[in-house]
Nanobody, 120 residues
């Protein structure tokens, strides 16, 4: 059974930091690229960061580039999202996902999400 379980969300003031974790099981983790997405009320789902299988190259959407860092621990089947200099507009439910990642829609497995709230 495929499982992706996010943790590490919560509430923080603007300028603060949070680290999200996503522990996975039920599939061959190293064969998949991993991504983080977010969904804010009234907005569509947005791809935030992806880390590709193999060399581990990372890509970020412009709004988080320089503030967020995605990483993966293949020994622990876990992907992380370090979020620094958080802004109120980062408030959303954050999801991790696994897939081929040829584009933002190419993800097969999803977690349940974890809420991040950034206050002024």
């Amino acid at each position: 059974q495929v499982q992706l379980v996010e943790s590490g969300g919560g509430s923080v003031q603007a300028g603060g930091s949070l680290r999200l974790s996503c522990v996975t099981s039920g599939f061959i983790y190293i064969a998949y690229s991993m991504g983080w997405f977010r969904h804010a009320p009234g907005k569509g789902r947005e791809g935030v960061a992806v880390i590709y299988r193999g060399a581990g190259t990372a890509y970020y959407t412009d709004s988080v580039n320089g503030r967020f860092t995605i990483s993966r621990d293949n020994a622990k089947n876990t992907v992380y999202l370090q979020m620094n200099i958080l802004k109120p507009e980062d408030t959303a439910r954050y999801y991790c996902a696994a897939g081929r990642a040829s584009d933002w829609s190419d993800f097969a497995f999803w977690g349940q999400g974890n809420q991040v709230t950034v206050s002024t």
